[in-house]
């Protein structure tokens, strides 16, 4: 069975870093690029960052850049989010999701379903 | 990045009425290679991650009931709901696939009246 399994999160305090991990097991996760996307409590879903199947192309938002790093491991099936520098407003459920893949007929997204992380002092 | 606009921002429906939501693009997600449009909606219920029911604008994700369908080409987009039933209650969002990053609305939240 596809699916995502996020851990990692916790309660960190301001200025704090944590690591995210997100497991992929079930399928070829190695040509899929991925997406981090995090939910404050209350808000709408917002986008972190984007890493493409190789490695070659990462994107962040401008709210965590210079602060996370997204990398993965295609031989443990992984992608990870180092987050550094945490502050009150990163305080959110974060996502692991893959990218849409279409064919000709049809297209596949998958999310997990989440880890909190909770920056408070 | 492609921002998503939608609206309302939310909505209150009597069951068994109809509702709608609008969904803007501030550029195209139509791909001219193969005419379809790389937008998607979701449907999110509390403590739960989104569940997508529409992609490529119009095509119900299997399993998902026909009372929701999707409309638009370009940068104007509606997901209507026919015949609004309790489980429908829920935050919708749209989301654009065209380009990377994959950039969503900031949510529509549907009620019962």
């Known amino acids: 069975e596809e699916q995502l399994v996020e851990s990692g999160g916790g309660l960190v305090k301001p200025g704090g870093s944590l690591r995210l991990s997100c497991a992929a097991p079930?399928?070829?996760?190695?040509?899929?690029?991925m997406n981090w996307v995090r939910q404050a409590p209350g808000k709408g879903l917002e986008w972190v960052s984007f890493?493409?199947?190789?490695?070659?192309?990462?994107y962040y938002a401008d709210s965590v850049k210079g602060r996370f790093t997204v990398s993965r491991d295609n031989v443990k099936n992984s992608l990870y989010l180092q987050m550094n520098s945490l502050r009150a407003e990163d305080t959110a459920v974060y996502y692991c999701a893959r990218d849409f893949y279409c064919s000709d007929t049809s297209c596949s997204v998958l999310w997990g379903q989440g880890t909190m992380v909770t920056v408070s002092s | 990045d492609i921002v998503m606009t939608q609206s309302p921002d939310s909505l209150a429906v009597s069951l068994g009425e109809g509702a709608t939501i609008n969904c803007k693009s501030s550029?195209?997600?139509?791909?001219?290679?193969?005419?379809?449009?790389?937008l998607a909606w979701y449907q999110q219920k509390p403590g739960q991650p989104p569940k997508v029911l529409i992609y490529?604008?119009?095509i119900r994700e299997s399993g998902v009931p026909d009372r929701f369908s999707g409309s638009g080409s370009g940068t104007d987009f509606t997901l209507s709901i026919s015949s609004l039933q309790a489980e429908d209650v829920a935050v919708y969002y749209c989301?654009?696939?065209?380009?990377?990053?994959?950039?969503f609305g900031q949510g529509t939240t549907v009620e019962i009246k």
């Open positions: 890493i493409s199947s190789s490695s070659s192309t990462i």
């Open positions: 989301q654009q696939y065209y380009s990377p990053p994959s950039t």
């Open positions: 079930g399928f070829s996760f190695s040509i899929y690029s």
């Open positions: 490529w604008a119009s």
């Open positions: 550029q195209s997600v139509l791909y001219s290679s193969n005419n379809k449009n790389y």
